[in-house]
């Protein structure tokens, strides 16, 4: 069974930093995609960051976090990250990890996140001024 479980979320100030992790189990799928999307109170769901496993397609970000965000992965441990510098008010958000591992045409769509088969539970992310 696929589980997805994040880590990492919590409060900081704006212009921090905080690192979140997102464990990975009970797959073995070579080929899929995997990212990050964002929902705050009362508002649309937001793809953040994503990646592909197929070392090929660039990773994407959404315009509001380019610059600020990083999505990396490690194989090895099964873990994503993302590492998110200079935070703001606006990125306050319960934030979930994601990932499709079996329509890969998902993975190139311009709103993917609507489309993830899996996620976890969401960390919460609080930024204050």
């Known amino acids: 069974q696929v589980q997805l479980q994040e880590s990492g979320g919590g409060s900081v100030q704006s212009g921090g930093s905080l690192r979140l992790s997102c464990a990975a189990s009970?797959?073995?799928?070579?080929?899929?995609?995997m990212g990050w999307f964002r929902q705050a109170p009362g508002k649309k769901r937001e793809g953040v960051a994503k990646?592909?496993?197929?070392?090929?397609?660039?990773?994407s970000y959404a315009d509001s976090v380019r610059g600020r965000f990083t999505i990396s992965q490690d194989n090895a441990k099964g873990i994503l990250y993302l590492q998110m510098n200079n935070l703001q008010p606006e990125d306050t958000a319960l934030y979930y990890c994601?990932?499709?591992?079996?329509?890969?045409?998902?993975?190139?769509?311009?709103?993917?996140?609507?489309?993830?088969?899996?996620w976890g539970k969401g960390t919460q992310v609080t930024v204050s001024s």
């Open positions: 994601a990932a499709e591992l079996e329509d890969l045409d998902h993975c190139y769509s311009g709103s993917w996140w609507e489309f993830m088969d899996y």
């Open positions: 009970g797959y073995t799928y070579s080929n899929y995609c």
């Open positions: 990646l592909n496993s197929d070392g090929i397609t660039p990773t």
